[in-house]
């Protein structure tokens, strides 16, 4: 009989780096699903995004190249990089689900030519939508992302 080696499922071999590795990376995939999103419904689906979408891809589109450059090998100093873009494109996102929902007043539209940012493209279930939609995939990066730099100072 031979002896077993440790198995990378088993807890005892996953360290924290490994984890926070797994963490970056999960974002990684949050970002290029979201990008490939944004791509097939401006692309495929032919909608025009508004000024607030432009603006959130270009926080999100670089996250799908940046991340992984800190993936292979991993550098724990990745979150230090990425998190200003996903914290921008969090911020852009919040307010735009708000001009939605109808919280901020017609005044502060930011979209005076074009796509109105107000104006819902597609609408799932009765209320998701494309801005909910980026805000949900911001949040999501902002949660991986600290739980990453939480896991790699252990």
Not at 141 to 147: D, R, V
Request: with cysteine; charged share 10%.
């Amino acid at each position: 009989m031979s002896a077993r080696a440790p198995l990378p499922t088993d807890n005892q071999a996953w360290g924290a780096s490994d984890t926070a590795w797994l963490l970056v990376f999960a974002c990684w995939l949050v970002a290029t699903l979201a990008t490939l999103g944004a791509l097939f419904f401006s692309e495929v689906m032919e909608l025009p995004p508004c000024v607030l979408c432009w603006y959130q891809r270009i926080a999100m589109f670089p996250l799908v190249i940046l991340l992984p450059m800190g993936l292979f090998p991993f550098d724990p100093r990745i979150v230090r990089y990425a998190f200003p873009l996903v914290l921008a494109g969090w911020g852009i996102s919040v307010f735009q689900v708000l001009l939605v929902a109808g919280v901020i007043p017609e005044a502060i539209r930011p979209c005076t030519k074009g796509v109105p940012c107000s104006e819902v493209q597609i609408e799932w279930l009765g209320f998701v939508n494309i801005p909910l939609l980026s805000f949900l995939a911001f949040s999501t990066m902002i949660a991986l992302l600290a739980a990453a730099q939480l896991r790699s100072k252990q």
